[in-house]
């Protein structure tokens, strides 16, 4: 079975690090793009940049390039979301999703975590 | 960026009812490399992940019920559900997969009349 299992609540402060992990379970990592997705509260759907671990090309959305950091290790089939600087504006919840691979290109998201709620406050 | 603009933002519709909840996007997301329109539908019932109705605009994904269909190419699509029931109350999402970023829409909340 299909299963992203993603790590827990954080409570930060402003201009704290964070790294947020994403575990892959029940099929071939490396075949497959791990997207970011932010919710704000109340809000919609923000896609912030995708990674595909079989190569670690990563695309990101340039709303977030240069304010976090996707990477992925492939033996231990997870995807990581990081900030060396938080603000609390990004206080949201945080999913990751599969990504269908297509021509060297992600196409859309077919299994996701159940998220990761990141409040950021002083 | 493509960007996704859905109408309306709210919906309220009887229960055994239609639903239509519609998507523009700024430019084409047909790819004519494979003449497919690079367009998903979500839905996002309180405090849970979204989940994938519809890929391709009109493929519906495994499991999900026949009632929920997709149409619509190149810049206009449209979710529609046939017979509304009560586990169908969420928010509905597009998104284009054209190019990255890979834009959603604003989102439709959907609820009972």
């Known amino acids: 079975e299909v299963q992203l299992v993603q790590s827990g609540a954080e409570v930060k402060k402003p201009g704290e690090s964070l790294r947020i992990s994403c575990k892959g379970y029940?099929?071939?990592?490396?075949?497959?793009?791990i997207g970011w997705v932010r919710q704000m509260p109340g809000k919609g759907l923000d896609w912030m940049g995708i990674i595909y671990p079989g190569d670690s090309d990563t695309r990101y959305s340039p709303s977030v390039q240069g304010q976090v950091t996707i990477s992925a290790d492939e033996s231990i089939t997870t995807a990581y979301l990081q900030w060396n600087s938080l603000k609390a504006s990004d206080t949201a919840m945080y999913y990751c999703a599969r990504g269908i691979t297509g021509t060297s290109h992600p196409y859309y998201f077919d299994y996701w975590g159940q998220g990761a709620l990141v409040t950021v406050s002083s | 960026d493509i960007v996704m603009t859905q109408s309306p933002d709210s919906l309220a519709v009887s229960l055994g009812e239609r639903a239509t909840i519609n998507c523009k996007s700024s430019q084409s997301v047909l790819y004519s490399f494979d003449n497919y329109n690079y367009l998903a539908w979500y839905q996002q019932k309180a405090g849970q992940p979204p989940k994938l109705l519809i890929y391709?605009?009109?493929t519906r994904e495994s499991g999900v019920p026949d009632r929920f269909s997709g149409s619509g190419s190149e810049t206009d699509f449209t979710l529609t559900i046939s017979a509304l029931q009560t586990e169908d109350v969420a928010v509905y999402y597009c998104?284009?997969?054209?190019?990255?970023?890979?834009?959603f829409g604003q989102g439709t909340k959907l609820e009972i009349k």
């Open positions: 998104q284009q997969y054209y190019s990255t970023p890979h834009t």
């Open positions: 029940g099929y071939s990592f490396t075949d497959y793009w």
């Open positions: 391709w605009a009109s």
